[in-house]
């Protein structure tokens, strides 16, 4: 791997897309996705306390869907994280 850091614009590009995706999370559409992923967390959750046992499709299944829906906030977060470590380079750079 090298130490060498990204250029500039990809720092920029890394940096706006964290804050779009800042924005996207505060907005309508990314409450409401972020709160359809949450629920469907908890049901798949639910179910799958109840779920036979001997099924392990369905286990699998319900398994699945709690890491996907779990995965998502995830996602959004490291895409933030990753917007602010860019950021941080990125004032690095200009101070070297």
């Known amino acids: 791997m090298s130490d060498e850091m990204p250029d500039d614009s ?3 590009r890394t940096i ?5 995706i800042k924005v996207f999370k ?9 709160d359809r992923a949450e629920m469907e967390a908890v049901q798949s959750f639910d179910a799958l306390k109840i779920a036979d046992p001997e099924d392990p499709r369905l286990i699998r299944e319900l398994q699945n869907k709690i890491k996907v ?14 917007g602010k ?3 941080d380079q990125y004032e690095a750079s200009r101070l070297d």
């Open 85 to 87: 470590n860019a950021e």
């Open 26 to 34: 505060k907005s309508p559409v990314g409450k409401f996705l972020l």
């Open 69 to 82: 829906a779990e995965s998502f906030e995830l996602w959004l977060e490291e895409g933030i994280e990753s």
């Open 16 to 20: 706006g897309l964290g804050l779009d």
């Open 10 to 12: 990809v720092l920029l």
